[in-house]
């Protein structure tokens, strides 16, 4: 079996780190027409050179929600609250041209804190953490010590727990770098919070680039060994506007294997090859050509090959509105998860009712439940080290 480690997942993320560590957080200087590298074309609009900022509601805690509006020179809109480092609205050409957003959500703070979606728990947008996807039975073990986590899905811990990332007011500084505008988001998990050990300091850059990227450069330090699975949890639908499924989206993933997981969803600990099953999208296949035969629908993590450095994660292809998606990510994993849970009852931005199969997640991450399982590449944090994880989602159109 091939194996993977965070030191080896560091040593190949050093690139984005350098380009990360480059970014200029001040106001740039030149405040006109975004960066000197945007082709001119006729539907360019003025970028400035920092996000705006406007309110976004009150939280629940009665705390000021602020959204932040980053542009790039192609009129490319990225909107992320500082609540759960979300990013709420995604605004992309289609073939034609027309801008539409390709993100499920709401339009303030409240539709991310109502009771409806808190019990159903989609996570629409957040950052994940502080363990991205599941631990089984809400147990580890690390240095001899066992520590037990929140079970907030059934006999699990899922993402972070009971108060993860997702539900958290991040610290958030606006800034431009030489690649476009970035949002710079801080977070210290307190040491003991959902049952995890050690001060972790996070941060996390969302970066609008001028090719029509968005790039999430995810950084994390520690006072004391703690597993980290750092993610986004964005829902796409490249044909959002109009309120259709994902079924006709045509997906790729280089990836061979997969993790088998159980009945409740935890990875057996086997990669299988997908050859032959409708796990295999080595080829571009529709979602919904296969999905009849995966009981659910697909909730998995597909082991990407050739995981070193950045790497090829994901392409996604509408064919209704032309519009493309491609991933490329520092980590060994991807869960790919067709919305399955989602039932009509949240109403999102525009009154778009969220049924089954309304959009798709490619979460980034290193493999469900590894804290328990050795032969997985380590997601271990140690005080000293720094994690440092970047996944890009970059956009197109195929006419
Ligand atoms: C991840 C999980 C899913 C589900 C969603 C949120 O994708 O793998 O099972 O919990 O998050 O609804």
Known sequence: MKKFNRAGLLAGGIAASLAFTACNQQPATNTEG??????????????????????????????????????????????????????????????????????????????????????????????????????????????????????????????????????????????????????????????????????LAVTVVYTLTADDALRIDYTATTDKATPVNLTNHAYFNLNHGVGKDILGHEVTLPADRYTVVDATLIPTGELKPVKGTPFDFTTPHTIGERIGQVPGGYDHNWVLNNPSGMHAAATVYDAATGRTMEVTTTEPGIQFYTGNFLDGTLKGKGGTVYGKNSGFCLETQHFPDSPNQPSFPSTILKPGDTLKSTTIYKFGVRK
């Open 34 to 199: 975004g960066t000197s590298a945007a082709a001119p074309d006729s539907t360019q609009t003025s970028a400035a050179a920092m996000p705006t900022s406007s309110s976004f509601g009150k939280t629940n805690a009665g705390a000021e929600a602020q959204l932040f509006t980053l542009t790039n020179a192609h009129g490319v809109k990225a909107t992320i609250t500082n609540f759960g480092g979300t990013l709420t609205s995604l605004m992309v050409p289609d073939k034609d041209g027309k801008m539409g957003d390709v993100i499920l959500g709401f339009d303030n703070v409240s539709g991310y804190q109502s009771p409806e979606f808190l019990k159903s728990g989609p996570y629409f947008g957040a950052l994940i953490g502080r363990y991205g996807n599941r631990i089984k039975g809400g147990k580890f073990t690390l240095d001899g010590k066992e520590y037990t986590l929140a079970k907030n899905n059934g006999p699990n811990s899922l993402h972070g727990g009971k108060v993860g990332f997702d539900k958290v007011v991040w610290d958030a500084k606006p800034g431009s770098s030489a690649d476009g505008q970035t949002l710079t988001l801080t977070y210290n998990s307190k040491d003991g919070e959902e049952g995890y050990p050690g001060n």
